[in-house]
């Protein structure tokens, strides 16, 4: 049973603050990895995809990838009261990879 | 484009009622895929399906059925609806035309179930 946990939070910052969402995965064979933010009452929005180790950049967000450590995270930088949302990391599973694979999500407050 | 559009938005059933949940997307994507998430849960697979014609299980697909006669729709169709139904059912589509490896998933609105 191929597996994504998510730190379980929630998790609370300040306005400005740096947020830090982490995730692990099972499956070794594992090669696309995503973070979806998804709003109260709506459905999950794409926000990163990375591919490759090391660090992603887009905006306030970065996308880390340690494949031997089977472990990918989401930092935000000058977190928003907007950024307040649940995020959930999503793994394409193993050869097939059209298939992802979702944690159960992190819920980030960010308090004004 | 629309994306990827799901109807209706909020249904109530009794138990052991059947209904269709319809979803289209006009991005002419080949996969499409049906989660339902349950309260601080994430998305389970359902159904999905890498073409016209071709639909496989997901992780859950008991009490569930779907078809696949056209690239834009993929409706899921629920028979003898259960209280273990109540969920919000998301549809989904991703294309690999481009590189396989960039398989990143576009939702539609949801569908709001109620079972009772």
């Known amino acids: 049973q191929k597996e994504v946990e998510q730190n379980s939070g929630p998790l609370s910052v300040p306005e400005g603050a740096i947020a830090s969402l982490n995730c692990t995965y099972s499956?070794?064979?594992?090669?696309?990895f995503f973070w979806y933010r998804q709003y109260s009452g709506k459905s999950p929005e794409l926000i990163m995809s990375i591919y490759s180790n090391g660090d992603k950049e887009d905006g306030r967000f970065t996308a880390q990838l340690n494949k031997a450590s089977q472990y990918v995270s989401l930092l935000i930088r000058d977190s928003q009261p907007s950024d307040s949302a649940t995020y959930l990391c999503a793994v394409g599973s193993g050869g097939s990879n059209y298939k992802l694979t979702f944690g159960k999500g992190t819920l980030l407050t960010v308090n004004p | 484009n629309a994306g990827v559009t799901q109807t209706p938005k909020f249904r109530i059933l009794k138990i052991g009622q059947s209904m269709t949940l319809q979803c289209t997307q006009d991005m002419n994507h080949n996969y499409m895929y049906w989660y339902r998430q349950d309260p601080g849960m994430g998305l389970k697979l359902i159904y999905y399906?890498?073409?016209?014609?071709?639909?496989d299980k997901g992780e859950v697909p008991n009490g569930y059925n779907v078809s696949r006669s056209t690239t834009e729709d993929f409706p899921l169709r629920l028979e003898l609806a259960a209280p273990s139904q109540t969920s919000v059912y998301f549809c989904a589509s991703s294309s690999h035309k481009r590189d396989p490896l960039h398989n990143e998933q576009f939702f539609g609105p949801g569908t709001r179930l109620t079972v009772l």
């Open positions: 499956d070794r064979v594992s090669q696309s």
């Open positions: 399906s890498v073409g016209a014609g071709i639909t």
